[in-house]
Each structure stands twice: as structure tokens, then as C-alpha cells.
């Protein structure tokens, strides 16, 4: 089961763009790297997932380097809603064993 | 899409008391539910899976008897605290996954044990 690492706390301000890294060592050939966000007393809620090398929706990028043992989180242009905390998963989603284990997260903080 | 929906959102009982929490994909169907706790300020704990008509794989330290856990359907999955007491009190939160799909995750149940 791979084991994530992310840095506890960003700060940022309005406008700019926010980078969070993630690594996963031990990630399996299977695994597929997938980002949320949650707010305070909400159950996480999904921004992107990915495989291999960039992904891109509306409202994120996330970049995989090919040896896949970290990701980055890319979100452009934040505003004061984008304070949340976000978390890096690593899973197999294509067994019915493939269980989730949560990281500690990063915790943003977008300021003014 | 992938809606999941979470029941109640809020629960106040006293100890003793037996609560159920429900968890429902309403638009797809989920192959494996999952079950967290969070306490303030951290990470969800990963408590059990389920998958439909299985019986549910308990974390280590999670008791099966304490927090019963039902797949019925594709669609349903149930937690049930039984004789809850002030330490059970906590966020607890269900997520789904369809097939080869991501986990989509309810709002959370706030359950407070007097």
C-alpha cells in the first residue's frame, strides 16, 4: 500500500498559482494518483485523477513525472475559497481490493 | 455525476443508543464503499470496506461488533454504532467507487454521544 508524504501547510495570495507535491515511493504499477479537497465538517470532495504524465480539467493540472513516485497538484489562479485541505490518494481502482489510506494533507491558505 | 449522499448529517443521542448512517451512490453504481472517521484537525482514518454482498474488511483496531457494516446493494451501504458512547462521538464519513472509477465521498455525519 503506498504511503504519501505532503508538505502540512501553504500559504498564498489571491491570483497566484499553487503547486502542492506529493510523493509516493512505493506506488504500484496499478495505482492511479487521484487529488481531493475538504472543507471543515464536508466529506472530501474529488478535483482530478491521473496515471502518467499531465491531466488537465477545469479547475486543476496534475503533472506525473514518468517514474510516477511523486505528483504535483496545480491550481491556477486561487481565490480566499480555495483555502481547504487537500490530499493526495494512491490506489488501485481497478480491484474491489484496492482500499484508500489518507495522508496527513496540506493544508492552504489563500490570503488576501 | 457521482453523487453521493449521506444520511443524517447530523445526529444527538444519548449513550447507549444504537445509530445507523446510510450512504447511497445516487447515480452510479458502487462496486466498494468505504467508511472513515475523522476527528479535528486530521486525516480521515480508513475504518472498513465493503463490497457489495461481502462482508466488510475491518482496519486493524476498528471492532467489527462495535461498528456494524452492511453492502446490501449497489447503491446502499450502512454504518451502524452500536451502544454508542461518548468516545464514538466523531465525523464519520462514507465514500463509493464504481468500477475502474474514482471514490466520490458523502458530506459527513456528525455523531455527538451525550
Known amino acids: 500500500l503506498a504511503k504519501t508524504t505532503q508538505p502540512i501547510s501553504m500559504d498564498s495570495y489571491e491570483g497566484q498559482e499553487v503547486n502542492i507535491t506529493c510523493s509516493h515511493n512505493n506506488i504500484a504499477t496499478n495505482d492511479y494518483i487521484t487529488w481531493y479537497q475538504q472543507f471543515p465538517s464536508q466529506g472530501p470532495r474529488f478535483i482530478i485523477q491521473g496515471y502518467k504524465t499531465k491531466v488537465t480539467n477545469e479547475v486543476a493540472s496534475l503533472f506525473i513525472p514518468a517514474d510516477r513516485k511523486s505528483s504535483t497538484l496545480s491550481l491556477p489562479r486561487v481565490s480566499l475559497s480555495d483555502t481547504a485541505v487537500y490530499y493526495c490518494?494512491?490506489?488501485?481502482?481497478?480491484?474491489?481490493?484496492?482500499?484508500?489510506?489518507f495522508g496527513d494533507g496540506t493544508t492552504l491558505t489563500v490570503k488576501p | 455525476g457521482a453523487v453521493v449522499s449521506q444520511h443524517p448529517s447530523r445526529v444527538i443521542c444519548k449513550s447507549g443508543t444504537s445509530v445507523k448512517i446510510e450512504c447511497r451512490s445516487l447515480d452510479f453504481q458502487a462496486t466498494t464503499m468505504f467508511w472513515y472517521r475523522q476527528f479535528p484537525k486530521k486525516s480521515l482514518m480508513l475504518m472498513a470496506t465493503?463490497?457489495?454482498?461481502?462482508?466488510?474488511?475491518?482496519e486493524q483496531g476498528v471492532e467489527k461488533d462495535k461498528f456494524l457494516i452492511n453492502h446490501a446493494s449497489l447503491t446502499l451501504s450502512t454504518l451502524t454504532v452500536t451502544s454508542a458512547h461518548p468516545e464514538d462521538s466523531s465525523f464519520y464519513i462514507c465514500?463509493?467507487?464504481?468500477?475502474?472509477?474514482?471514490?466520490?465521498f458523502g458530506d459527513g455525519t456528525r455523531l455527538s454521544i451525550l
Open positions: 490518494l494512491v490506489v488501485d481502482i481497478n480491484t474491489n481490493a484496492g482500499k484508500s489510506t
Open positions: 465493503s463490497n457489495e454482498g461481502s462482508k466488510a474488511t475491518y
Open positions: 465514500s463509493a467507487r464504481g468500477s475502474n472509477q474514482p471514490q466520490h
